[in-house]
């Protein structure tokens, strides 16, 4: 599967932003979607998943209640509304995928990755 992500941009902190990710290909609803981002020097970290039927999401403690994932099996796509945005918000942001059921935090559980969209959130 391909993933394309787009809607990054320059926000000020309290605002929002959405995130939308494209996949390509027909097993798209076999796959668990997820996003996940890098700040500087730091390591890429989990944000958000959402499994195959749309009815489980998992979030970072860090995100809980201002960010919600969706995805539409329809369109082959998933989003993340981001509110309340802070400036410790700001990193790129990646979709990924892996196929099956199972969430996981790690990286190196996920497989396919979009090329990144970066978030800026000003102070």
């Known amino acids: 599967v391909q993933l394309q992500a787009s809607g990054g941009g320059l926000v000020q902190a309290g605002g929002s932003l959405r995130l939308s990710c494209a996949a390509s290909?027909?097993?798209?609803?076999?796959?668990?979607m997820g996003w996940f981002r890098q700040a500087p020097g730091k390591e890429r970290g989990f944000v958000a998943a959402?499994?195959?039927?749309?009815?489980?999401?998992y979030y970072a403690d860090s995100v809980k209640g201002r960010f919600t994932i969706s995805r539409d099996n329809a369109e082959n796509t998933v989003s993340l509304q981001m509110n309340s945005l802070k400036p410790e918000d700001t990193a790129v942001y990646y979709c990924t995928a892996r196929l099956g059921n199972d969430v996981y935090s790690a990286t190196k559980y996920w497989y396919y990755w979009g090329q990144g969209t970066q978030v800026t959130v000003s102070s």
């Open positions: 290909g027909r097993i798209y609803g076999r796959y668990v």
């Open positions: 959402i499994r195959r039927n749309g009815g489980d999401t």
